[in-house]
């Protein structure tokens, strides 16, 4: 008991501490990149969008913070490993069994999604749960991650990397946009489901039903606008990194934020999705920056039934402390009941001189180990790290 409670102190006084230094940081932020250079690189981006009806919404090119290390690459490492972050999640990322999880789950769900939902629960069970909000009880209403997820944060990952090749002049750009989000939604089901016989019907819903819909939904501009502009969502996305000598990929997770506005206040009401959900305020504090306190639940574990593919989850309180520059996440504290009890997150342009274009990460783990990272903006956002 004294351990633990040292534990939870310990943790308590870094995320203080770190909380602390971020808001420190944050008033020799302008030293990060000059307000011309930033002007520069807007204007060119904004010339290169020119054929994007939506225009200049989700991705501004920015060279710092979340803006400057998403990349397609880091959107499957990401989405698509989104899952290695629960504490009971197998994370040897090179040894993973990807040819079983595939034919087994993902490519029999998409061959035969009616076999798949009759098998297990049935198709009125699954419209209810999986589909339309017709039920409300934990670990029956499924549906509720899969339109956050899912749809909401599958269709503003589509629209973003659309805007990603289209400033880059790289052809088909909303073609290649569809082909990666929707690759690492397949990713994703097979790494969720590594041990299962057949397709699930939970695959079904997941990508035919929502990864997909999100596509073709968010291909409607008026809705990229609002979500993009008007609640400023954001690819807040962690530092995804390779570790060695265990040779597993950790710190991935895939989160989008919404920052509501309040009337006649500088402060919004901000809510983050992913593998949990979190809520709270940020309030700009100086010039072009924000600051942001959030609570809410995360999800410390996910069970899959083998045979049926019946998913439980279970939740914990987490939280964290956030520090953005113009929508894009510079750094973050999070305590969580996941595979890291407390992790921060520092992005490419907060490290000065030749760390401009690195982001770092630590974490401590659940097991008590110390976990480090680096990754490089310039490299597509590709790192490496230690962790045992």
């Not at 534990?7 to 011309?36: C, E, H, I, K, Y």
């Not at 501009?221 to 609640?231: K, M």
Request: aromatic share 10%; no cysteine; net charge positive.
């Amino acid at each position: 008991m004294r351990r633990r409670t040292h534990g939870r102190v310990a943790t308590l006084a870094v995320t203080l501490a770190l909380a602390a230094l971020a808001d420190v940081l944050s008033a020799q932020m302008p030293a990060v990149d000059s307000a011309a250079a930033d002007s520069v690189r807007v204007a060119r981006t904004q010339t290169l969008l020119k054929h994007s009806r939506a225009g200049q919404v989700l991705y501004q090119r920015l060279p710092y913070g979340s803006q400057g290390y998403f990349s397609p690459l880091t959107v499957l490492l990401n989405k698509g490993f989104d899952h290695f972050q629960a504490k009971n999640a197998r994370r040897d990322v090179w040894r993973f069994p990807y040819e079983r999880a595939f034919r087994n789950n993902v490519f029999d769900a998409l061959a035969n999604p009616g076999r798949a939902i009759e098998f297990h629960p049935g198709w009125h069970r699954w419209i209810r749960s999986e589909v339309l909000p017709f039920t409300f009880t934990t670990g029956e209403a499924r549906w509720a991650v899969n339109y956050t997820e899912h749809m909401l944060a599958g269709g503003l990952t589509y629209r973003a990397l659309d805007e990603w090749f289209r400033v880059r002049d790289v052809p088909l750009p909303r073609l290649l946009a569809a082909a990666t989000t929707f690759g690492a939604a397949m990713i994703n089901e097979a790494v969720e489901n590594p041990d299962v016989t057949s397709g699930t019907s939970g695959s079904v819903a997941d990508l035919l039903v929502f990864d997909l819909g999100g596509i073709l939904l968010f291909d409607w501009d008026p809705l990229v606008r609002f979500f993009g502009g008007t609640l400023q969502g954001a690819d807040w996305s962690n530092l995804a990194t390779f570790t060695t000598p265990n040779a597993e990929l950790r710190n991935s997770g895939q989160y989008y934020v919404l920052k509501i506005p309040m009337p006649w206040t500088r402060t919004r009401l901000f809510l983050r999705g992913g593998m949990g959900v979190q809520s709270g305020l940020s309030r700009r504090v100086r010039g072009e920056h924000s600051l942001t306190v959030a609570l809410g639940a995360d999800t410390e574990m996910r069970n899959v039934e083998p045979v049926t593919g019946a998913e439980s989850i279970r939740l914990k309180f987490g939280g964290g402390v956030y520090w953005d520059r113009r929508n894009s996440l510079l750094a973050s504290v999070n305590f969580s009941p996941n595979a890291d009890a407390v992790k921060v997150n520092v992005f490419p342009g907060v490290l000065p001189g030749v760390g401009r274009d690195l982001g770092t990460w630590v974490a401590l783990t659940r097991e008590g180990h110390l976990m480090a990272g680096i990754v490089s903006r310039r490299a597509l956002g590709l790192g490496a790290g230690l962790g045992w």
